[in-house]
């Protein structure tokens, strides 16, 4: 099955510890993404990659990182989580936007994380 | 920078009755335009999306939308609402450059929460 999985689903931390959400997509999708989804905000994008390697800032990056060393994987980190960092996260990919005329992005079940 | 706009957070309907959800966007050039759904708990379903071909687009559900370009609208629309309609629903661009081509990013509205009265 065709799908975009994200690990934990739900996380309550403490400010300051170090944590890493996980995302993997089974579609050889180049294009993968994170977003953050606030209640009156809608869901905004946190970082983006392109392709394996190749990532690039959202909308709001503070406070985050991310890698891409292969292609299935673009994990999320929050190296110091602050309580302005809880919120409910979402994954997900795409085709190359470059090369076809629009991206349908699938989206991963989401991650709701609570920082104490 | 394109912006969406979804107007009205909260929209109520009876069981049978017409939903009529309202999305506007900024963009230069006109974007590809989507609509997801959202149900409790889960993550969001794409329901329909317009990628230049018929302005009228039909998705899963028996949902619809209409763009309008000089309106700058695409307006989610379903004749007869349904209790497992009851969700979020949002609206999302992805700009375009003038060749078409997709700069890969989605910008979402704010969402609507979309209730159903029996």
């Known amino acids: 099955e065709a799908q975009v999985t994200q690990n934990p689903r739900y996380l309550i931390t403490v400010t300051g510890k170090k944590l890493t959400v996980t995302c993997s997509q089974n579609?050889?999708?180049?294009?993968m993404s994170w977003y953050r989804q606030d209640p009156g905000l809608g869901l905004r994008q946190i970082y983006y990659?392109?392709?394996?390697?190749?990532?690039d800032k959202g909308d709001v990056p503070e406070g985050y990182k991310v890698s891409r060393k292969e292609k299935r994987n673009f994990p999320l980190i929050l190296e110091s989580p602050s309580p302005n960092q809880t919120s409910l996260y979402f994954c997900?990919?795409?085709?190359?936007?470059?090369?076809?005329?629009?991206?349908?992005?699938?989206f991963g079940p989401g991650t709701r994380l609570t920082v104490l | 920078a394109q912006s969406v706009t979804q107007l009205g957070s909260h929209v109520s309907v009876s069981e049978g009755a017409l939903v009529l959800l309202r999305c506007n966007y900024s963009?230069?050039?006109?974007?590809?335009l989507f609509w997801y759904v959202q149900y409790p708990n889960q993550g969001l379903q794409l329901l329909l999306k317009?990628?230049?071909?018929?302005?009228l687009v039909k998705g899963i559900n028996g949902f619809e939308a209409e763009f309008k370009k000089s309106e700058t609208s695409f307006h989610l629309t379903k004749p007869s609402a349904h209790m497992s309609d009851a969700a979020e629903y949002f609206c999302?661009?992805?700009?375009?450059?003038?060749?078409?081509?997709?700069?890969?990013?989605?910008?979402f509205g704010q969402g609507t929460i979309l209730t159903v009265h029996p």
């Open positions: 999302a661009v992805s700009e375009k450059d003038a060749g078409g081509t997709s700069y890969g990013k989605l910008t």
């Open positions: 579609m050889n999708h180049e294009y």
């Open positions: 317009y990628t230049s071909a018929a302005t």
């Open positions: 963009s230069s050039v006109p974007p590809y």
């Open positions: 990659s392109m392709n394996v390697e190749v990532t």
């Open positions: 997900a990919s795409s085709l190359n936007p470059g090369l076809h005329s629009y991206n349908e992005q699938f």
